[in-house]
């Protein structure tokens, strides 16, 4: 699941639709989820002005990282690091031309979605809370079946 804000990892966080009674599958929407009490708050908070009851917003929010997401964080180092060198570490970051910025920037982005991606692809399942993957009776089972066929693609 991935947050219905910033389609992050969904980390058990939902919300129910109260102009619905209890018991109607409109009151429970399962895409609702989020991965932060922040991205749940502004969810609710842009749902409250669309239905013209908007409360001020005076909590300062903090923006909490999985540890998917820091591990994202400490491989983008590396990609900062390979475009500060062919700029030159001698140069300060404000005499940067427009161009350089964009280097940097973009070997950032690069470096976080292929760490995201790459965790994505190790894990076997969604994930949900943070879980690690794990092997089903059903996996089990299949794998200890003898290939009947084993010619045959899928």
Not at 1 to 28: E, H, K, N, V
Not at 58 to 82: M, N, R, S, Y
Not at 92 to 98: F, H, I, K, T
Request: hydrophobic share 45%; with cysteine.
């Amino acid at each position: 699941m991935i947050c219905a804000l910033c389609t992050r990892q969904a980390r058990g966080f939902g919300a129910s639709d109260l102009r619905f009674p209890p018991a109607t599958p409109w009151r429970y929407p399962l895409n609702w989820v989020f991965c932060s009490r922040r991205c749940q708050a502004v969810f609710l908070c842009a749902l409250n002005a669309w239905l013209k009851q908007d409360p001020p917003l005076e909590e300062v929010f903090v923006l909490d990282l999985t540890t998917v997401e820091q591990a994202a964080l400490q491989a983008c180092l590396k990609g900062f690091a390979e475009a500060a060198t062919g700029i030159g570490f001698d140069k300060p970051l404000g005499a940067y031309s427009e161009a350089e910025a964009l280097q940097v920037c973009a070997a950032i982005v690069e470096a976080w979605t292929e760490a995201m991606v790459a965790h994505h692809e190790a894990s076997k399942h969604p994930p949900l809370r943070a879980l690690a993957a794990y092997e089903t009776p059903v996996d089990r089972a299949l794998a200890a079946q003898p290939d009947v066929n084993p010619g045959r693609r899928l």
